[in-house]
């Protein structure tokens, strides 16, 4: 029984990330179009200590930075729309939106240079073992 918790612990941590990325992406390209869902950001919106939370578990549990990349993410999408929150400045939806769509390719783009790096390094080790 505390083997099969612990495989659905691991695999809930480790999907978790992507789907909360997902929905912080989802629910800023709704908002953009004039659509305004409550349930998304209920279920899937992370709070700093959920984020540590999960960042501690990714480190302790040894996963590559694919599955801390998305948590980054989310936190990054979490910091801009607190900013714009609680400041004057006023960001209208459609560049909050763009904000949001160019911090989600340079994440991918993050995320395609160090899948390269980790697959020379590992074609370079079967090659010369």
Not at 92 to 104: C, E, G, H, N
Request: proline share 3%.
């Amino acid at each position: 029984m505390e083997e099969i918790s612990h495989k659905i612990f691991l695999i809930v941590v480790k999907y978790l990330p992507i789907i909360i990325a997902l929905g912080y992406l989802i629910t800023s390209m709704l908002h953009c179009f004039g659509i305004i869902c409550y349930i998304i950001p209920n279920l899937f919106y992370m709070s700093p200590i959920t984020a540590l939370f999960i960042i501690c578990t990714s480190f302790a549990f040894k996963f590559c930075i694919w599955h801390r990349l998305p948590i980054y993410y989310a936190m990054t999408l979490h910091l801009i729309a607190t900013i714009d929150y609680y400041t004057a400045i006023t960001i209208t939806s459609f560049t909050l939106m763009f904000i949001y769509l160019v911090i989600a390719m340079i994440f991918i783009l993050i995320g395609m240079y160090l899948k390269n790096r980790y697959n020379k390094r590992k074609r370079y080790e079967i090659q010369y073992k």
